[in-house]
């Protein structure tokens, strides 16, 4: 069952690697001006994101959060 976390900003940091092998993440936010969209900030883009799967897993469970908050009223 997923977690429930706080979308709204300033939003959740999810871990991950990148390709050159150190720490990244992503920010996932919603903002109250645009509460239809989910904001996903990624480390670079250059790089791609790696993932192992317990950092998937929550990646998914922030996601399903950001989907359920997604244009709820302020």
Do not use: K
Not at 43 to 54: A, K, L, Q, Y
């Amino acid at each position: 069952m997923p977690g429930n976390y706080e979308v709204r900003h300033p939003g959740v940091r999810v871990w991950c690697g990148n390709e050159s092998g150190w720490s990244s993440s992503l920010l996932v936010w919603i903002s109250r001006w645009s509460p239809e969209v989910i904001r996903i900030e990624t480390p670079t883009v250059f790089h791609r994101t790696v993932w192992t799967v317990d950092q998937a897993a929550h990646l998914r469970d922030v996601l399903t959060s950001a989907v359920q908050t997604g244009g709820e009223s302020w």
